[in-house]
């Protein structure tokens, strides 16, 4: 194995982590809570998480800032310094969002999420006294202080990456799902009662089927944000809510009602046909 994805498995297998992982992520948890600010951070209305877009602006503000102080001169000073201050300001709200992300996972990638959020803020609290450096004069420090920090934002960067492109943290996990687009039969329609839900297969794709009002409704049965079985899930108020943290989807159409999903839930149609009922992809 390679050196950088051994060291992220050792990371993984670091139990130890868990004693400040779990109390911390319990604290993140109460403290994104609200539905307004779980919305928020998630990127619920973006249609995808808010996090790795935010991570753009202080990697891109910082490394420019670096660039400058190398190549910049004297007359670039106040630039470069413009710049490390605008990737503090852009690091909080990154920071925030990140940690709502990191409070849903658990075990492997809680211990690699723990690292990367700390490496990042050993990251921000260098660019943080590098700011403070360059405004007193310490002009030099100030640029020494920035380069640990770039150093630090590449581990933090590293295991970022690791966990979105090796773990599959926050992806849609419905992506490649091919749901049918011809009218399947998945259940005879006596087997679904009012109020009943069935996890059923529809030529491949898990079909969450509910059954309320006297209207048959279905929803891919894979949680969107996390792959959580929809189907174990409290349905009221015309929703389902995910067991697994909390996402909450109207089922007829998919939309979120509460995050941390940010991918709206796939629906397909519904009718029942010869005593069966039939579903196909929606559109």
């Known amino acids: 194995m390679a050196l950088l994805p051994s060291l992220a498995h050792r990371l993984e297998q670091l139990q130890q982590l868990d004693r400040v992982g779990k109390p911390l992520s319990s604290a993140v948890t109460r403290l994104v809570q609200p539905r307004l600010v779980r919305n928020l951070l998630s990127g619920t209305n973006l249609g995808h998480p808010l996090h790795p877009m935010l991570t753009d602006v202080p990697i891109g503000a910082w490394t420019m800032a670096a660039l400058l102080d190398t190549v910049g001169g004297e007359r670039s000073a106040p630039a470069a310094d413009g710049l490390v201050g605008a990737g503090i300001a852009a690091a909080v709200p990154t920071a925030a969002s990140g940690l709502n992300d990191w409070s849903d996972l658990l075990g492997e990638e809680s211990r690699v999420g723990l690292v990367h959020a700390t490496a990042n803020s050993v990251a921000l609290s260098l660019y943080g006294a590098s700011l403070v450096a360059r405004l007193t004069g310490h002009r030099r420090g100030g640029r020494v202080l920035s380069s640990l920090g770039m150093v630090a934002l590449g581990v933090g960067g590293y295991l970022g990456g690791h966990l979105a492109y090796s773990r599959g ?22 087997e679904l009662a009012e109020g009943q839900s069935r996890r059923v297969d529809a030529a491949g794709s898990p079909v969450l089927l509910h059954r309320s009002g006297g209207r048959t409704y279905a929803l891919d049965s894979v949680c969107t944000h996390a792959g959580g079985p929809l189907e174990e899930g409290t349905f009221a108020d015309g929703c389902v809510t995910c067991p697994w943290h909390g996402s909450v989807f109207e089922l007829g159409d998919g939309t979120i009602r509460r995050g941390p999903a940010s991918t709206p839930q796939p629906v397909f149609e519904t009718r029942t046909r010869d005593g069966q009922i039939e579903v196909r992809a929606q559109g």
Do not use: I, K, Y
């Not at 926050?170 to 006596?190: C, G, K, M, Q, R």
């Open 169 to 190: 943290v926050n992806v849609n996990h419905t992506a490649f799902h091919s749901p049918p687009s011809e009218w399947t039969p998945v259940l005879p329609d006596a």
